[in-house]
């Protein structure tokens, strides 16, 4: 069975490795029985709790210490960001609909600009479970990764030691893919370890935005690509409020799409992408 390093996503400070580890496992193995392929075992897969870093030092972060959640005031540079990033998934039609309408609060931060208040609604309208908040506290948890450049460096260094010279499949979800994109790309792993990685596997990946690619500096048209010849897959549920409901097949040749169904009570969900077909084909090396 393949040896897995897994990058796990937002919203994890509150978590742990070892609890994140038998999570993903469990799902994994289900998704390969589910093709009836054998299961990974203890020490099969690798899984850094990179967000632990987040805390600036601390194990844990408590709910009123999140630095992305509601209670948390947005920066002028978040503001710009997370705009950015919804005129990039907002549909017009959507937009339209909000933007005659006096603005009620309907729950969001009164602070807010008023463009950012009546694009959250528009996602809203489309997302209709409280999607264009989600997406406001993950576009903060992405920005934060993208444009501190320490941070991101150890992060980076926390997932690189995770991969051994037997890794053979990357397997990484939600802002968890932007860290491996990035760190594949940026050829940080010692090239005795990364040589025999065989596959990435992205799920719901925000890299279908281009504000999160340009945050990498991939310019607008740009392939996103790999050195080497590493295979990538990449899961997306239409209804993933974090991708826009898209893919990254449009963004390069080299990736594959596949089209999964997680459900709708949280279509983003790591262990619900984990369980599904095609990541299960992926990660047992299966053309599909």
Not at 258 to 281: E, F, I, M, Q, S
Request: aromatic share 6%; with cysteine.
């Amino acid at each position: 069975m393949a040896r897995i390093v897994g990058v796990h996503g937002i919203r994890q400070t509150q978590t742990s490795k070892s609890r994140l580890t038998a999570e993903w496992s469990k799902a994994v193995n289900r998704g390969l029985g589910s093709i009836e392929q054998p299961g990974i075992v203890t020490g099969d897969l690798e899984l850094p709790h990179w967000t632990g870093l987040l805390a600036r030092g601390a194990d844990r972060l408590g709910a009123e210490d999140d630095p992305f959640g509601p209670a948390a005031p947005l920066s002028q540079e978040e503001v710009a960001f997370v705009t950015d990033a919804l005129e990039e998934v907002v549909h017009s039609d959507d937009l339209a609909t909000f933007e005659e309408i006096e603005l009620q609060t309907l729950g969001l931060p009164r602070l807010w600009p008023a463009r950012l208040t009546r694009l959250v609604m528009a996602y809203d309208h489309r997302y209709p479970r409280g999607g264009g908040k989600l997406f406001v506290s993950a576009m903060r948890e992405v920005r934060f990764y993208l444009y501190e450049p320490g941070l991101a460096a150890r992060v980076r260094e926390l997932v690189a030691d995770a991969f051994g010279d037997d890794t053979s499949v990357v397997v990484a979800h939600s802002l968890g893919s932007v860290i491996a994109y990035d760190l594949l790309r940026r050829s940080q792993i010692p090239p005795e370890r990364v040589a025999e990685v065989r596959t990435l596997v992205t799920c719901g990946s925000p890299l279908a935005i281009p504000a999160v690619r340009r945050g990498l500096g991939v310019a607008d048209g740009e392939p996103l690509k790999l050195a080497g010849d590493i295979n990538w897959v990449n899961a997306f549920d239409p209804g993933d409020f974090i991708t826009g409901g898209r893919g990254l097949s449009h963004t390069s040749p080299a990736i594959t799409d596949a089209r999964v169904r997680n459900g709708v009570v949280d279509p983003h969900k790591a262990l619900t992408y984990l369980r599904t077909a095609p990541v299960a084909h992926a990660i047992a090396g299966e053309e599909r």
